[in-house]
């Protein structure tokens, strides 16, 4: 059993795989510093997923470029293709390159790699649909037994904004034979579902102590935000950059991968149904570790702020 929090310290940080989409919501990018700024996290490596995948590893790649980060080993997913998308204006013509670190052609062999040589089991961190662990758990069932998985994803009795029923959440929705396939591995599983992060928006003061911040990093951010904006289109009414964040779903993961605090933690018996619900069912359901509801939000909202900010 993975007992998390007090044993993952800046003295003795958690190894973790990140699999992301980003280049599509704003809230991997978030999510992204977020990581990188928690002590108590060592990320070895970042795996592009769910298609345009070029793109994705484009935009990760100049994010961790800008921020000093360029050391970190990327893994390219499947359906390596280079279509715009919605941060394609802060991106540029910037090029995988023009990337100091390592990039790997075969991402899922690269992530399959780096669990199997971890010397202390991974944590598989997924903030979007989970094609690329299908497909490594596919090629390798043994990485089950070196990581534990910690993802974004469904809905349990909240859908999304605070729905008080649930819903096919996006990650799950658009394929969920690829977690039916994550959640039958022999691997713990802990999940963020809509229920605890889709309720997180940055507004007021927390906010601003982003959106004004003189830190590199969040300059970043806000670029990125502020392109983003204009070419969303789930998004009405679209939220004021200067005044609040849109809805950070991938941070409380990040959380979730070293910490249980400010969460309601329950041990569920879930079932992925053919049309992405993730439903309580007692008598098929695998037992994963969910994070149902807040003890205190605005307390993790301050975190996620002070983390995110450089200030811890």
């Not at 013509?93 to 790997?104: A, N, R, V």
């Not at 009414?237 to 609040?244: G, H, I, S, V």
Request: with cysteine; glycine share 6%; proline share 6%.
């Amino acid at each position: 059993v993975f007992s998390i929090g007090p044993n993952s310290s800046a003295n003795n940080p958690l190894p973790l795989i990140l699999d992301t989409d980003i280049g599509d919501d704003i809230d991997d990018t978030w999510a992204l510093m977020m990581l990188l700024r928690s002590e108590a996290i060592d990320t070895k490596l970042i795996t592009t997923d769910f298609g345009n995948t070029r793109y994705r590893t484009r935009l990760l790649a100049k994010l961790l470029d800008s921020i000093g980060y360029g050391n970190i080993p990327v893994g390219i997913g499947p359906d390596p293709t280079d279509k715009a998308g919605n941060q394609s204006e802060w991106l540029g013509d910037y090029q995988l390159e023009d990337y100091p670190g390592q990039i790997y052609e075969d991402g899922i062999q690269a992530l399959i790699d780096t669990i199997k040589q971890s010397p202390e089991p991974a944590t598989l961190l997924c903030i979007g649909p989970v094609m690329n662990i299908a497909e490594a758990l596919r090629r390798d069932p043994s990485i089950a037994k070196n990581a534990r998985f910690v993802g974004m994803h469904g809905s349990i009795r909240t859908g999304y904004d605070g729905e008080p029923k649930p819903a096919a959440e996006w990650n799950v929705k658009v394929d969920p034979k690829s977690l039916q396939t994550v959640f039958s591995a022999p691997w713990e599983c802990s999940i963020t579902p809509l229920d605890t992060c889709g309720l997180v928006k940055l507004k007021g003061e927390t906010y601003q102590k982003v959106f004004q911040s003189r830190d590199v990093w969040m300059k970043v951010l806000m670029d990125n935000y502020r392109m983003w904006l204009p070419k969303v289109t789930w998004l009405d009414p679209k939220p004021d950059f200067r005044l609040m964040s849109s809805t950070l779903f991938d941070t409380v993961a990040v959380h979730l991968a070293h910490s249980e605090e400010f969460l309601v933690m329950e041990d569920l018996p879930l079932r992925v149904t053919d049309d992405g619900y993730t439903v309580i069912d007692e008598k098929n359901g695998r037992i994963v570790r969910c994070a149902t509801a807040w003890k205190n939000q605005s307390a993790f909202e301050d975190k996620l702020v002070q983390v995110i900010n450089g200030e811890v």
